[in-house]
């Protein structure tokens, strides 16, 4: 079977996600937040610390180091 990218267009992530989540290298919140991403993306709802940090129960400063942790693993990138 071939490959398919985490990013090609027709890919439902979440699915992606949770049938590769044993060789991605995340923990529980890295791969959560990384859901939670997706989700809001697909139902166009701005993403923010707090929105994140409300819905996972943990503090925004948390959230800022699961983001950089995703970041530095290359599986988030921040646009402006």
């Known amino acids: 079977m071939e490959k398919i990218s985490w990013d090609a267009p027709y890919l439902d992530r979440k699915v992606w996600l949770l049938e590769h989540l044993e060789t991605l ?3 529980a919140k890295e791969a959560l937040v ?3 991403i997706d989700h809001f993306n697909t139902i166009h709802v701005n993403i923010h610390h707090e929105l994140l940090a ?3 129960k943990i503090n925004e400063e ?3 180091d699961i983001f950089n942790a995703l970041a530095e693993k290359g599986y988030l990138k921040f646009r402006f």
């Open 25 to 27: 290298h995340l923990d």
């Open 34 to 36: 990384l859901l939670l």
């Open 54 to 56: 409300t819905k996972l």
């Open 62 to 64: 948390e959230v800022e």
